[in-house]
């Protein structure tokens, strides 16, 4: 595979890395410091948006990422190192090696990976949901909030929140059926209607913790690397939520367009 076209699949398979906790990809975040292919060698440096940011979350990322560029079939060689972070030598250390998680952080590793994985999983799935039906709620007055127990995963518009619900569903194994009930517990159970406006409150709060970290966490990168700005693409309204988005960015589209930074993804 020519470098460029090696390059173009590398940056494509990077927009499905996403970080745990704040459900974005990676390169969206402007954690993706730079990027060279050449020759079926890849090399890839992360940043974060401080040195101290969670080990587990930081080699979560940066695992996915290797795991996704192994994959190109193109790729005889992947390197994927942590720029800037106080464990930056294990983590990068533990990556070359092949050692897995537990084998990177020894006796600190206090649960498996994917346990990990699905807890995040959950939380992008009860925040995805609160969103795409806050937005239903205001498209419809006339809706209670008690009724939403009544709406089915196919009485919601085709709208970016409604596919990624259904993308969360997914990957958590829930049901994505037209006639699914649309708001559900962990479990995929509907939730009785006696329940309905708490657990709506408890959703929008993982919501509003999710987008909060997000809008944080990206001011703090581009304080730390203020060239970081260039390669952060702005945050969609997510069905009617503005949440978040560039400082010289649009603050709502449904769609972006990411600017990279031609000096650093090569």
Request: aromatic share 4%; glycine share 8%.
């Amino acid at each position: 595979m020519w470098a460029a076209q090696l390059g173009a699949a590398a940056c494509a398979a990077l927009d499905t890395v996403y970080d745990p906790e704040l459900d974005e990809p990676i390169t969206d975040l402007g954690f993706v410091r730079s990027l060279t292919a050449d020759d079926g060698r890849i090399t890839v440096h992360l940043r974060l948006p401080t040195s101290f940011c969670s080990p587990n979350f930081a080699y979560l990322m940066a695992s996915d990422a290797k795991d996704a560029l192994s994959a190109l079939p193109g790729a005889r060689e992947v390197t994927v190192l942590l720029d800037d972070h106080h464990d930056s030598d294990l983590i990068n250390g533990g990556l070359a090696a092949d050692a897995g998680y537990r084998g990177t952080f020894g006796h600190e590793a206090d649960r498996d990976l994917e346990d990990l994985r699905d807890v995040f999983r959950r939380k992008a799935h009860t925040a995805a949901m609160e969103r795409a039906l806050t937005a239903l709620l205001r498209a419809r007055p006339g809706l209670a909030e008690e009724r939403l127990g009544d709406v089915l995963l196919g009485d919601l518009p085709d709208t970016a929140a409604t596919r990624a619900l259904l993308r969360r569903r997914a990957a958590l194994g829930l049901g994505t059926a037209p006639t699914d009930p649309a708001l559900v517990d962990d479990e995929g159970r509907p939730v009785p209607a006696g329940e309905i406006p708490l657990r709506l409150r408890f959703a929008r709060s993982v919501r509003i913790s999710v987008d909060g970290n997000a809008h944080f966490c990206r001011g703090l990168l581009r304080t730390r690397y203020p060239d970081s700005a260039a390669d952060q693409a702005p945050r969609s309204c997510d069905g009617g939520n503005p949440v978040d988005a560039a400082e010289d960015g649009p603050a709502c589209e449904e769609t972006t367009t990411r600017t990279r930074n031609a000096g650093q993804i090569a």
